[in-house]
T-cell receptor, first 110, second 114 residues
Framework: DGGITQSPKYLFRKEGQNVTLSCEQN?????MYWYRQDPGQGLRLIYYSQIVNDFQKGDIAEGYSVSREKKESFPLTVTSAQKNPTAFYLC?????????FGQGTRLTVV | AQSVTQLDSQVPVFEEAPVELRCNYS??????LFWYVQYPNQGLQLLLKYLSGSTLVKGINGFEAEFNKSQTSFHLRKPSVHISDTAEYFC????????????FGDGTTLTVKP
């Protein structure tokens, strides 16, 4: 079955560490997105990529980095510069205009 | 730029009662409209979408929504809810073709009580 796979489902990070969240899709979609979700808030866009080897900052890109070396993969790195990283992270890909979502990664700083 | 406003952050309702979750949007151009459902600790699942044509759109799980261009609204309705409908619901708008960004509302938590 085609879909979007995020891993891991739960991730714990110590203060000052960088961590990378994985997102893989086999839907053959060109566009991929990373969103952050906090309790009581909607989805806020971190980064997006419309084509391989190209990506753009979203609304809250500070403290995050991405790469898009393959069409299928769009990993997100949460750096130590992100002061409040505890959140639920969602990856999506798009067959315009509809977005398809992964199951999310819950990141907790310990 | 477009924006989405979900008018109710929480909607409690009894089982088998009807429900309406309200969504208004603003955009200077034509939009595509979506409703997604999210269960705890899961991703978003598409409930229904309006792309063009009939303004009454039917989706999964017995939900439907009506696109009202003059009122810039896209309210979600279900005539009789079940306990299993308890979840968070997001309204979203997308503009244009290709892979333009989607804008999401802040979500409405639907709680169905027995």
């Amino acid at each position: 079955d085609g879909g979007i796979t995020q891993s891991p489902k739960y991730l714990f990070r110590k203060e000052g560490q960088n961590v990378t969240l994985s997102c893989e899709q086999n839907l053959n979609h060109d566009a991929m997105y990373w969103y952050r979700q906090d309790p009581g808030q909607g989805l806020r866009l971190i980064y997006y990529s419309q084509i391989v080897n190209d990506f753009q900052k979203g609304d809250i890109a500070e403290g995050y980095s991405v790469s898009r070396e393959k069409k299928e993969s769009f990993p997100l790195t949460v750096t130590s510069a992100q002061k409040n990283p505890t959140a639920f992270y969602l990856c999506a890909s798009k067959r315009s205009p509809e977005a398809f979502f992964g199951q999310g990664t819950r990141l907790t700083v310990v | 730029a477009q924006s989405v406003t979900q008018l109710d952050s929480q909607v409690p309702v009894f089982e088998e009662a009807p429900v309406e979750l309200r969504c208004n949007y603003s955009s200077s151009v034509s939009v595509y409209l979506f409703w997604y459902v999210q269960y705890p600790n899961q991703g978003l699942q598409l409930l229904l979408k309006y792309l063009s044509g009939s303004t009454l759109v039917k989706g999964i799980n017995g939900f439907e929504a009506e696109f009202n261009k003059s009122q810039t609204s896209f309210h979600l309705r279900k005539p009789s809810v079940h306990i299993s409908d308890t979840a968070e619901y997001f309204c979203a708008v997308s503009v244009g073709t290709n892979a333009g960004k989607s804008t999401f509302g802040d979500g409405t938590t639907l709680t169905v009580k027995p």
